[in-house]
């Protein structure tokens, strides 16, 4: 059976449910010397805690799976604390979570994996300290169930200590945390790497390509066009294409112009909305309204286009809008077309961000 040891050192992250989204690859408090330690980090350490209700357990498989999971990233793991290291991720997991008064919220407190405010049941703590100093930042991995004792009877289990932390190394084995490590620490050429490496499944390729995007990360913008060639990539290479920089404008205008798939176009339109919106570019003004109601279109792509509009207020999307206003005011159907409503909803919306007097004054 497996068993659990009091602590251990290697590089670790443990997160529960979907895929967050990260608030940032790099933390405000940050400063430049700390950011560039964080882009270094090779060695980590990591001191783990399992207790159950009958106390401190044994936490080896916590380091068995977590050493092996960092290795995919190209860390290096360590189990001594005297050996030289670049940084400690500390994790403890408890049978029963030990509550810590209520979280605020807003930042990174609302994301998924943040720790539950009311959560009672097995869960993994995880936080991380960078020369001593403890960062804010903290993450959390739950089992499927809140009452060990209870699971453990249905499951036949003797133990229910044992069996909460046999769940939460499960729960290690499946989740993603050495990507979302990665990212956190400012490392894209790690997850390039592995983007980028024939083994990678295409599950695993999408969480990287997101992460990629939510770090703004300029040497992923080759990888990323490169993914749009593959049909289930696409659409999150779109996105995260949405989130880079100024430089990926011209493969989105030709992703909404050219592409055959209405869900990559959509997402084209909107990564040119967020585009010109985030850096004032009046460029992606010109191709949504020569898409905006091009023969052929379909709904969901137009709507899009309509947001995108709204979002980068431009005097030239003035009439085109209202035309397309016009047009659809004269479709009368019942019960109303609900991908008609949101299409009306947006156009609608996009006119009074565009159509103010004060706004080209």
Not at 58 to 87: C, F, K, Q, W
Not at 190 to 219: C, H, N, W, Y
């Amino acid at each position: 059976m497996k068993r659990w040891c009091v602590t251990v050192a290697v590089g670790c992250l443990i997160l529960v449910g979907g895929f967050p989204l990260l608030a940032g690859a790099y933390r405000d408090y940050f400063s430049e010397a700390q950011k560039k330690e964080l882009g270094k980090i090779q060695t980590v350490l990591v001191e783990a805690l399992a207790l159950t209700d009958k106390g401190a357990g044994n936490a080896a498989g916590i380091l068995d799976v977590v050493t092996r999971r960092m290795g995919e990233l190209g860390y290096s793991a360590v189990s001594d604390p005297l050996v030289p290291h670049d940084v400690v991720v500390r994790v403890k997991c408890e049978q029963r979570k030990t509550w810590e008064g209520t979280a605020s919220a807003g930042g990174d407190n609302d994301l998924p994996d943040a720790p539950s405010r009311l959560w009672k049941g097995p869960a993994c703590q995880v936080t991380y300290a960078l020369g001593g100093m403890k960062i804010k930042w903290q993450k959390e991995v739950r089992t499927e169930f809140e009452d060990a004792v209870e699971a453990a009877q249905s499951a036949h289990a003797p133990d229910p200590g044992l069996y909460a932390m046999n769940a939460l190394h499960a729960a290690l084995e499946t989740y993603e945390f050495p990507l979302l490590l990665t990212a956190e620490w400012g490392q894209p050429d790690r997850l390039l790497k592995l983007l980028d490496a024939p083994q990678t499944s295409q599950f695993r390729k999408l969480k990287i390509i997101s992460l990629l995007g939510e770090m703004v990360a300029d040497e992923a913008l080759p990888h990323l066009t490169e993914a749009l060639k593959d049909k289930d990539l696409a659409k999150q290479a779109a996105v995260a294409l949405g989130n880079m920089g100024k430089e990926g404008i011209p493969v989105l205008i030709d992703i909404l112009k050219y592409s055959k798939q209405p869900d990559l176009q959509a997402a084209a339109a909107k990564g040119l909305g967020d585009l010109g919106n985030i850096h004032s570019d009046a460029r992606v003004v010109p191709p949504l309204l020569e898409m905006l109601d091009a023969p052929g279109i379909d709904i969901v792509v137009q709507t899009e286009i309509a947001w995108a509009l709204g979002r980068v207020p431009d005097r030239r999307s003035v009439e085109p809008l209202f035309a397309l206003d016009r047009k659809l005011q004269k479709i009368r159907k019942d019960p109303p077309d609900p991908q008609i409503k949101k299409l009306k909803e947006a156009v609608f919306w996009s006119i009074k961000q565009v159509y103010t007097e004060d706004q080209y004054s």
